[in-house]
């Protein structure tokens, strides 16, 4: 069976890491071949951090680059930009009335700003409304799973209250979505071993940048620090390049081999590291190829988003029609 999914990509401006692609990207783009997916930039909800025009566009363009180069379908999904679908701003100015400003003061996102010293009165109102933008762009969809981190559970939670809340005066016209959350690969360990990868912690392994910088990142990636020569036998679990051969490497027999000879001394460090530089090269090579080729063709790129965008558009008008008459407002759109 079919499911409706959902799911939107905040253009915040970090370059891909692997971490992202196994735990949020890959996931997202394979739920393409058997359902209904919706994925969109979410543009509107980068300005709560970026606030330059050159450097939002950028941030926009790049994201777009990225999924289409790790292989989102546009033929297989519906993939649009946030602000090219207007009934998402007009659906937040609906649901803000069905959520409390007790229930919006609990949000995580608004809680860290003022746990980092930042005051009430500074706080900007994109970012504490947040929740609501992101609920209208869910509810307008209808869709049945929304796949996302782990950190945005409880946007997905108030979501689902706003529908409940909303259905309980007018009927059930909106569906409660649920968060789809991957235990799995939640939170691959960055290059130093101990934290998540990040962006900003500095522990990435990048999927575009150049090729000196990701052989960099992955010849200075912890591995087993009681091993002093390539002849003491060596720990192979919780090691972070194994990890990380485990995710990138295709060829299970090297992994095995390596894995083995490092148990027992017989290969060093680097010679595991080259193999896995080797590995990345041969997972994201075409990919970042294409990446290149897009790039080049940005008329493609504009009809890819505006094809997205009427797709999407008639899903999110019809929503918001039901919503206007449920509520009591016959306008033009709906008489
Ligand atoms: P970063 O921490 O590098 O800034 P983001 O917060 O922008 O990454 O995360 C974008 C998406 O990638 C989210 O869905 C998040 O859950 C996922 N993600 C980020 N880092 C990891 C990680 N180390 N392991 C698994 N998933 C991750
Ligand atoms: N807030 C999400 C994030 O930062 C992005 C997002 C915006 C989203 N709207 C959404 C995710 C709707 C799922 C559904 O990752």
């Known amino acids: 069976m079919k499911k409706r999914i959902l799911s939107g990509i905040t253009p915040s401006g970090s370059a891909l890491h692997i971490g992202n692609y196994f735990g949020a990207v890959k996931p997202q783009i394979e739920l393409q071949n058997d359902n209904e997916t919706y994925y969109f930039v979410a543009d509107l909800h980068a300005l709560t951090t970026v606030q330059d025009k050159a450097g939002l566009e950028k941030n926009i363009t790049n994201v777009i680059l990225d999924y289409l180069a790790l292989g989102l379908d546009p033929q297989k999904c519906v993939f649009f930009r946030q602000s090219d679908v207007p009934a998402h701003s007009q659906m937040m100015v609906v649901l803000g009335n069905y959520v409390t400003l ?51 559970r409880q946007h997905v939670e108030i979501t689902r209250d706003m529908a409940e809340s909303f259905n309980k005066k007018y009927g059930n016209v ?8 991957s235990k799995e690969v939640g939170r691959i360990v960055g290059t130093d071993g101990s934290r998540k990868m990040s962006k900003s912690l500095g522990n990435v392994i990048s999927i575009f940048e150049d090729e000196e910088v990701i052989h960099k990142q992955i010849m200075g990636c912890y591995t087993d620090p009681n091993r002093k020569k390539a002849t003491d036998p060596g720990r192979v679990e919780g090691n972070p390049v194994f990890v990380f051969h485990d995710l990138i490497n295709d060829d299970k027999n090297e992994v095995a081999d390596l894995k083995q000879r490092y ?36 008329e493609a790129l504009r009809a890819i988003l505006r094809d997205g965008a009427n797709k999407a558009s008639r899903v999110a008008n019809a929503t918001l029609e039901e919503v206007y008459s449920s509520i009591g407002i016959i306008n033009s759109l709906n008489k």
């Not at 909106?174 to 959350?181: C, D, G, R, W």
């Not at 060093?268 to 897009?294: C, I, M, P, Y």
């Open 263 to 298: 148990g027992k001394g017989q290969v060093g460090d680097v010679e595991v590291k080259e193999r896995l530089f080797e590995a990345h090269k041969r997972l994201f090579s075409k990919a970042r190829q294409t990446r290149k080729a897009l790039e080049r063709d940005q």
């Open 102 to 152: 007790g229930h919006m003061q609990r949000m995580h996102a608004y809680k860290d700003k003022l746990q980092k010293g930042v005051t009430v009165d500074a706080v900007n109102m994109g970012l504490f409304n947040y929740p609501i933008l992101m609920a209208a762009d869910i509810l307008l969809y209808k869709p049945e799973f929304i796949p996302v981190g782990e950190d945005q």
């Open 174 to 181: 909106l569906v409660l979505p649920e968060p789809m959350i």
